[in-house]
Structure formats: C-alpha cells, structure tokens
C-alpha cells in the first residue's frame, strides 16, 4: 500500500471547521487505498501568540523555556485533528515530536533532526490507522523539547517521509503550487508542474517563501518527492524532485526577487592583501549575513567594496563600516536601503549560453540600472532600485517566454 505523508500548515488548520475539512482530505486519501501519515503546524498565529508572552516576561527567554512553550501549538492541532478523524468513523492517533523520538540535537529554537524511531508509528498505520503527528518539535539527547526554527513543521513531514521511505510527501499550503513568479506581480505566472530540489532552493532563499528552504535540502538529501499543493482548491500542485524526473524541460524556471535587500559600499581603501577580510570580519562577527560582494581595483591602486546583507541587518552594518572605514582609512562609505534583487534560475541555463545577455538587454530596453551581478551555475541575480522590481520581474517574466511555457526545449 502507498505511504503518503501529508502535512497541513497554520492556515490550514486555522479554524475547527478547517481541522474538519483536513480530516475529510486525509480520509479523502486514506480511502483511495494509501496509508496516511499527517504533519501539522500549530493554528495560524499561535506560535507568534506564544512568542508574545514570551516577549512580556523577558527580553530574551531562555531558548530551553522557549521551546517548552512554542511546542505547546502544535500539540493542540495533533489532538483536534485525531479527535475529529475518530469522530468521522477514522482511528487516528497522536503524537508530539517527543513521543516518536524525533530525535534533534541540542540547538534550542533552532535544532536539527538527527533520526527518528519509526517503530511505534510503522506499527500504527499497520494497524490501519491514521498516525497525526505534530510538526517543528523534536526532542534531545536529555529528553529535552526543542523546536526546529519557524517553518519547521515542512521539515518534519520531509523527515518523517525519509525515515519511513514514504512515496510522497505532499505539503498543504495557501498557494496552490510554485509559480515561474510572484503572480501578484506578474498576471501571466504559470503553475509549475515540476521544478528541481535546486531550482526550488534557489526559488526560495531568494523569497519565494512557499517552504521552508531546509526540508527541501533534507527532500534533496534524502530524495524525497515533495509536492506543493492548496489546502482548499483541489490541483495536482508542484512537485519538487531530481532533475531526471521533472516533466517540463525548461531553460529558465521561474523569476524569484527578493525585497529585503540593502547594499553597503565603501570607496578609497588602500589595495593590499587582507582588506576584504577586514570589512567583512567585524561584519560576520556581528552575526550579519553577506549575500552579494563586488570588489574592484581602481586606476589610483584603491578599491572600491560593495556587499548586500538583509534590509533588518542594513543599520548595524552601516555603523559597523563606518568604524572599519576609520580604521583602515578608506575615503568614503556609502549605503541604500532601496535596492531589490531579481533572478532568473533555472537548470537548463547549465547547457545553454546567453541566458545573462538576454536578461541585461530585457532590463536595458526599459531603461532599468543594473546596480550589481553574481551568478551561479543556474541562475543570474541583479540588483536594481526598488522602484523597479515590479517592471523588471514582469519584463524578464516575458522575455524568458514564461507565460506561455514557450521556452520548453525541443525534444531531441
Ligand atoms: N508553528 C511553527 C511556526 O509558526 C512551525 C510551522 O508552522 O511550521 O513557525
Ligand atoms: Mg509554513
């Protein structure tokens, strides 16, 4: 019999006429012969209510404490949803992280799952019945509760289906798939049918937040297929598996941005080795992420430095270049906080030259600056002013054929 793991995030089971209808999904499956292992994620806003009483009593709550409260959200979902399948004439059963040994390590608010006991629950759905079990929770080495970081709940279905090598692990959301781009930006985005395990990773750490990015590094690791899917409109969704097996063969995927950005420059420093390791030093020391960096050497042998962190992170790190400016005597140091990134990705740009010729003439033709590159082997990221975003995904949305799927290579 087909294992199928479903898991049904906050929406989804925002209200108890949603937990019904999730148990009418989950029979709903159960009765198209599969055997049925459900994830849930606390009802939406719970955990961010939790938080704020956490926020009340302490300006940083013990991470231990934390975790003890946090859990609590979920172990609310898994109980409703049992009950109500029991009530529907479905023998269900719940289970916190806990409880099926979701074993993590000891890294509270944060903790990474190292294995999980699959008996109690492999017995379970021999016995026909309906295995809930609650997301985002593990437990330590000392029987500790530790939560697995917001959004973890995607990551504990994808273990739970590597660990009990489950056909599918289709995760229930409030987008019904993944699209070649954000369709409130862009009228013409398409569904994908498929994308890669790589191209969904670069899709999602560039802000398509549709999954946690770290089930789908677990998904890639242990080659679970992973499928997108609306919790309230029936559709096949998007499935995220190997290269081999996506249907469409698309050079470019989809057009991701991301609006958190900021850039940070500081001109005139002295060219000798070491520079860039002493602006960038105090910046990692201070626990701020660097994303893009573009370092170039000048006619007078001084070397002009641009780097982009995250907007939240745009102040501190401005603050702290200041200080390195002094220190090293560079001339100047400059910074916007209006800056956006835009990305085609796709893995078809592997075999393909032109992709970033193509996408700076798209961008040039509107008169849109470019203001920083980088690439990687399947994708070409730009930065651009923040008013251009909407013009600039929905130009490269179009020059890449997108709408129409009208880059599909020919067979053959
Ligand atoms: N309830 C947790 C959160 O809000 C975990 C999850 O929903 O995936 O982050
Ligand atoms: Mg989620």
Redesign the pocket.
Known sequence: MPLIVQKY??TSVGTIERIQAVADKVIETKKQGNQVIVVV??M?G???RLVGLADHLSKAPVPRELDVL?ST??QVTIALLSIALTEKGYPAISYTGGQVHIRTDNQHNKARIIDIEKARVVRDIEEGKIVVIA??QGIDEDGNIT??????????AVAMAAALDADECRIYTDVDGVYTADPRIVEGARRMDSITYEEMLEMASLGSKVL?IRSVEFARKYNVNLRVLSSFEHGPGTLITDEDETMEQALISGIAHNRDEAKLTIVGVPDKPGIASQILGPIANANIEVDMIVQNVGLDNTTDFTFTVNRNDYEKALSILKKTADKIGAKDVSGDNKIVKISVVGVGMRSHAGIASTMFKALADEGINIQMISTSEIKVSVVVAEKYLELGVRILHSAFGLEENGNVEEAG
């Open positions: 995030g906050g994620s606390a939406s719970e955990t961010n946090l959200g979920e997301g985002f939560t697995l970081g917001r959004g973890g709940s995607d990551t504990t946690q």
